[in-house]
């Protein structure tokens, strides 16, 4: 089952319908509002707005660890994520879905970015992030679509809610990101612990600051150009959707996770912890 992960301007769409309104319990604290399972043609999947369903949480207030958690004790397997980016590049305009593949974080060590610790010992891989396996699908399928997607580019994530200084966009660029947010870290991590692919589907909103020629938008532009965002996200879940689990079912992040990355001996984990590591190792 695919789990939408929804972020600024994706709190909700309108072709969703709502099947069921849900409230998990999970050991890590509430997850955001808006948890639900909608169906999107005669397809069900999860659904969960990032920032809680009326936009009130900043990127360090979600509570990251509960989310993926919930998700994958409902049954998700994958998580489309559709999330506002800036563009550090050109190339990269306003309108454009990049589907990153790397990250770089530039977060501040606030959030809590691991299910492991307090007696739980463990070390996942990172180097590839992204679900590979579903890269090549969605850019074979992205040919139709009336709007430049691109694959392979590198995400930085920063703590926020302030936008950078022109020289952080300068030097963020030098290290060779390509576009900005402020919400894939940890989220990705998390998911890879949990053995759930990751499908990061960024739409530019706007330019970062990182050019003096090119004029920075206001929010009524960036809202606008949100809004269009949404119908596209909308024509992407509907096609991924309709194929099933095929673009996850060979995917290798389930034998990356904690699955088979786990350090400490299980029967040295108390048994409380021991009950919801089952459910993320499953």
């Known amino acids: 089952?695919?789990?939408?992960?929804?972020?600024?301007?994706?709190?909700?769409?309108?072709?969703?319908?709502?099947?069921?309104?849900?409230?998990?319990?999970?050991?890590?604290?509430?997850?955001?509002?808006?948890?639900?399972?909608?169906?999107?043609?005669?397809?069900?999947?999860?659904?969960?707005?990032?920032?809680?369903?009326?936009?009130?949480?900043?990127?360090?207030?979600?509570?990251?660890?509960?989310?993926?958690?919930?998700?994958?004790?409902?049954?998700?397997?994958?998580?489309?994520?559709?999330?506002?980016?800036?563009?550090?590049?050109?190339?990269?305009?306003?309108?454009?879905?990049?589907?990153?593949?790397?990250?770089?974080?530039?977060?501040?060590?606030?959030?809590?970015?691991?299910?492991?610790?307090?007696?739980?010992?463990?070390?996942?891989?990172?180097?590839?992030?992204?679900c590979k396996t579903a890269v090549g699908a969605i850019q074979k399928m992205s040919e139709k679509y009336d709007f430049d997607c691109h694959f392979g580019q590198t995400y930085i994530c920063i703590e926020g809610p302030y936008f950078s200084t022109k020289a952080e966009s300068n030097y963020y660029r030098q290290i060779g990101a390509d576009i900005i947010g402020m919400t894939h870290f940890p989220e990705f991590a998390l998911a890879r612990e949990a053995g759930l692919s990751y499908i990061p589907c960024c739409f530019v909103t706007d330019y970062d600051c990182w050019d003096d020629l090119i004029p920075h938008v206001t929010l009524e532009e960036v809202i606008k150009v949100m809004r269009l965002n949404n119908g596209k996200a909308f024509k992407m879940a509907q096609d991924i959707l309709a194929t099933g689990d095929a673009l996850y079912a060979d995917c290798h992040c389930r034998d990356q996770g904690l699955r088979t990355g786990l350090m400490t001996p299980k029967d040295a984990i108390p048994k409380d912890k021991l009950a919801w590591l089952d459910i993320l190792m499953s």
């Open 1 to 130: 089952m695919y789990a939408i992960v929804g972020g600024s301007g994706f709190e909700k769409f309108d072709g969703f319908k709502t099947v069921e309104n849900i409230k998990v319990e999970t050991p890590f604290g509430p997850t955001s509002s808006g948890l639900k399972r909608v169906k999107i043609g005669s397809h069900e999947c999860l659904f969960l707005s990032r920032h809680g369903e009326h936009h009130e949480q900043l990127p360090t207030e979600v509570n990251f660890r509960a989310n993926i958690y919930a998700l994958k004790k409902l049954g998700a397997r994958a998580i489309l994520a559709f999330s506002a980016v800036g563009s550090l590049r050109k190339e990269f305009k306003p309108g454009d879905m990049v589907l990153c593949s790397q990250y770089i974080d530039r977060t501040k060590g606030v959030r809590a970015h691991t299910f492991l610790g307090e007696g739980i010992v463990g070390h996942v891989s990172l180097a590839h992030p992204v």
